[in-house]
Nanobody
């Protein structure tokens, strides 16, 4: 089992920045992919950014590419995932989730259906 806990959400004005953090504990060695997903009211959960837990590859949704940066620190027994979000706009407002997948290969890693482990989410509000 992999336990995930997010932090860092909050309210910001358009154009501002936030940094989300996620701590993964438990059987973290099993996590091959980790990522950030978001879900706005009335919308489906969508992938924002993912990264291999060894840090060798990352992928971003088109809507956030160039504004968000995902990073991972797996040097300790826990794994720490971060999402630096810059130049936020109201369309970025959502509940942001951290997730982990144990598959060795995922053809569409931004698809939330590929992830077995989820945190409870942290809210991001962006005012115009």
């Amino acid at each position: 089992q992999v336990q995930l806990a997010e932090s860092g959400g909050g309210a910001v004005q358009a154009g501002g920045s936030l940094r989300l953090s996620c701590t993964a504990s438990g059987d973290t060695y099993r996590a091959k992919y980790m990522g950030w997903f978001r879900q706005a009211p009335g919308k489906k959960r969508e992938g924002v950014a993912i990264i291999y837990t060894d840090g060798t590859r990352s992928e971003y949704a088109a809507a956030v590419k160039g504004r968000f940066t995902i990073s991972v620190d797996n040097r300790a027994s826990n794994v720490y995932l971060q999402l630096q979000m810059d130049n936020l706009n109201p369309e970025d407002a959502a509940l942001y989730y951290c997730a982990a997948a144990t598959d060795q290969y995922i053809p569409r890693p931004l698809n939330p259906g590929n992830y077995a482990y989820w945190g409870r989410g942290t809210p991001v509000t962006v005012s115009s």
